[in-house]
């Protein structure tokens, strides 16, 4: 059984929503999070709710066979009933203005999977029933079950939006959020703080869920997904197993580094990797580890802790330049430059790191290797994306790169990847599925080197 929650836009309480619903069905069912597109942080929401692992379904890194894998594979991994699964902003919404790629509509397509629209409904009554039949029209392919309507002014405000809906679009509306302003969530520039840096938002969530109750039929939802037809038949591995040799990694994984994906770690275990957790904030040293995966997060906000960290900045030196292989994602990027807004870092990249005001990048990527390096292949394409709101200052350098953008910024003048040593590190967030030797290739020079 499964279900998509899509957005008819922006700014319509679809995490909330999705979360609060995961949460409810989970006081009786296994609920499988997912999150559609690159996201870190929504799924960080789901994860508190259900108690399972979300994982993202994303059409930019993964074939639609690829997509039907991941859905079953986490499934069976956590022995869940239902799957369900956030969308990404509008329900249409892709890289392209016409296109599909990126979309959720993509993801529902592949899945055979049954939609619930969430609208915010304020102001609207039979305005909404037009943008219910639009979005039915627009793909009359798309399996549009419901609608939840949020920022509802009242019962009678609900009722008479309900009627419009269903009498006019024939489609049923299973539910309605008032409008409460304590069920909004503290954001930041990337979007929501996530959920590991606040137990309070354990309360939001709770709260969430019980509204939920309160306010949308659950039973017709049940039916709905209920209803689901049976995945469709194609199915394609999301990874190479190349790496049979044993070697353990150490991965950066506390309040500041949170940014991974499930199936990255899971390609690496497969590739008969032993992860290591540790903290560049409370710990002294790297653990002994023939490698270091240190993921994206919020190191600017923890920059001065991360600094009076000595010990730990002289061991991931030390680890760099006795030649082991180190791969970082943006925050990570930042944490092994100079300094990020002058406090002191790992400086294994030479140049500093600073915020800005506004985003530097926010868009998928395309890159292609210009070297061998510890990941990717020379000649091989390179997919992820990339959303920051900080750039290092090469101060007229020029480096040694990785990857030469052919979508995307990068770091400078269309390249990415600073590579020194066996130490890469990107602005790129990466998806195991978008190259499935991404988990081969590190596991096997930090066995080999």
């Not at 070697?247 to 991974?260: N, P, S």
């Not at 930042?334 to 990249?349: A, D, E, G, P, T």
Request: aromatic share 8%.
């Amino acid at each position: 059984m499964r279900i998509v929650l899509a957005g008819t836009g922006s700014a319509v309480g679809k995490t909330t929503i999705s979360t609060g619903i995961m949460g409810a069905l989970s006081e009786e069912y296994r609920v499988q999070p997912f999150k559609v597109g690159p996201d870190y942080i929504d799924p960080t929401y789901h994860t508190l709710a259900t108690g399972i692992n979300s994982r993202n379904l994303d059409s930019f890194f993964m074939n639609d066979s690829q997509i039907r894998e991941a859905f079953e594979r986490s499934l069976n991994i956590s022995k869940s009933h239902l799957g369900i699964i956030e969308g990404v902003r509008g329900l249409y919404e892709g890289i392209s203005p016409i296109g599909e790629v990126g979309s959720t509509a993509s993801v529902a397509k592949a899945l055979n999977a049954p939609v619930i629209l969430i609208m915010n409904a304020r102001s609207l009554v039979k305005s909404a029933a037009a943008v219910v039949l639009g979005f039915k029209k627009l793909d009359p392919t798309i399996n549009i079950r419901g609608v939840i309507l949020n920022q509802v002014k009242n019962k009678k405000h609900y009722l008479k939006t309900k009627e419009a809906i269903e009498t006019l679009t024939k489609t049923d509306v299973i539910g309605g959020m008032p409008r409460d302003d304590s069920l909004r969530v503290e954001d930041r520039h990337l979007g929501l703080v996530p959920a590991v840096e606040r137990e309070t938002i354990k309360n939001s969530i709770y709260k969430w869920k019980e509204m939920v109750k309160e306010h949308i039929d659950l039973d017709i939802l049940i039916s709905i997904m209920k209803d689901s037809k049976k995945l469709p038949e194609g199915r394609k591995d999301l990874w190479k197993v190349e790496n049979h040799k044993r070697v353990k990694l150490g991965v950066a994984m506390d309040e500041v580094f949170t940014f991974y994906y499930k199936d990255n770690l899971d390609a690496l275990e497969a590739n008969h990797a032993e992860l290591v957790y540790f903290s560049p904030i409370h710990d002294e040293e790297v653990p002994d580890v023939d490698g270091l995966y240190i993921g994206g997060g919020y190191p600017e906000i923890f920059a001065q802790e991360l600094g009076a960290n000595i010990g730990m900045l002289n061991s991931v030196r030390k680890f760099h330049l006795e030649g082991k292989p180190i791969y970082a994602e943006c925050g990570g990027l930042m944490y092994l430059s100079r300094s990020i807004n002058n406090y002191k870092m790992c400086n294994v990249f030479n140049y500093p790191s600073i915020m800005t005001n506004k985003p530097q990048a926010l868009s998928y990527i395309i890159s292609k290797a210009i070297k061998d390096n510890i990941l990717v292949n020379k000649g091989d394409i390179f997919r992820g994306h990339e959303f920051h709101y900080s750039k290092v200052n090469l101060n007229g350098a020029k480096p040694q790169f990785a990857f030469k953008m052919l979508r995307g910024r990068g770091i400078q003048n269309d390249y990415d990847g600073l590579i020194e040593k066996n130490t890469v590190a990107s602005y790129i967030h990466t998806h195991v599925a978008a190259y499935p030797l991404f988990a081969s290739n590190f596991t096997r020079n930090a066995a080999e080197i």
